[in-house]
């Protein structure tokens, strides 16, 4: 319950706007910890960094919420040169993408403008060899993006396209199962966003045990599960749970973001984990920035203190 109040408290000052100006002109020094610049070609350096710890990346172009389609066609072609530029520079285009910065909710000549760009960047994701990881938004959005979800899958397969699972959710159990018959590479989060009780879970024990049920079920079914967590309990309860049902390494990656947890990911990562960093990158940072500093009291003092310094 502290946790939501702390959450809501953050993220409602973050949203007004003297505030937005403020922390946009003074914190992109502190931004810094948890985006890798502003530029794709920083966020692929990120990549080539990280691999030198056996690290592997999933690029996020930073934006989401795009109101215009002309917006929303530039964002995807942005993305569209991501892939292409990460793969000449010989990494495997892993993006993630969020619908809502590509169009979703957006109508165009009768079709959904996101899933009409989801499909060029999936499309090329599979062309290149790539993945794509449709990342879960609000909830008003969750029905919209497993539908799309579905028709990816069926058009790209699921060693093309995934997306995301909120275990602050109550409904996502359910979402879950409802999938299985698609085989699908889901990663399994607790989720970022400020949602009423009416439809998240206020305790964070009961998050933290929905995440363990939702990983759990994921990886009996038999499909591949992204473990998107720095809870180190979680991650100790997962390696015992794969060992004691014999669930291969292959079937399964933890995942964290850019900028937290480094140690963990470097321990994982050398004990024969697979372990990807989630990499944003771009201008528009000050959403995924406010999620951040909403996650843990600490960084508020550190988002002060880098302030502070100028
Ligand atoms: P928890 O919040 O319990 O934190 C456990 C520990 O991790 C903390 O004690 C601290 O040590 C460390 N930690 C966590 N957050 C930190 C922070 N901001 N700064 C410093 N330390 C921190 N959400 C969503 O709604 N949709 C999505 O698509 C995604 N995608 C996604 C991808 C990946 C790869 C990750 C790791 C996370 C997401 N998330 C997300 C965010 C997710 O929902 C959640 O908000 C954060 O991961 C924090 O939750 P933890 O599981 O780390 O646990």
Redesign the pocket.
Known sequence: MI?RIYRSTVLGVAGRKPIEQLVRTRAWGVAQR?VAGEESSTAIAAVQELAQDGILG?LDLLGEFVSSPETANTFAEQVLALQTQAAAAGIRPYV?V?LSSVGQGQTVEGADLGLTNARRIVGQAKRLGGFV??????HPRVDQTLEQFRVLVNEFGHDTVGT?L???LYRSEADRASLDDLQPNL?I?????LEPASVAMPD?AD??AS?RRLVYAHLKAGNYT?V?????S?IQDVKHFVLAHGIPKTQFEF???Y???RDLQRELAQQGYTV???IPYGRDWYAYFS??????P??VMFVLRGMLKG
Do not use: P, T, W
């Not at 990881?133 to 609000?138: F, N």
């Not at 999620?291 to 843990?296: F, P, Q, T």
């Open positions: 946790d948890f999933n993630s969020k990881c449709l990342d879960m938004e609000d995301v909120q275990s602050y990663r989060v607790k989720g970022a966003y964070k998050v933290d995440y992204n998107a967590s720095h809870d180190e979680i995942q964290m973001l900028g937290i947890r990807r960093a989630y999620r951040r500093i909403a996650e843990r600490a960084n």
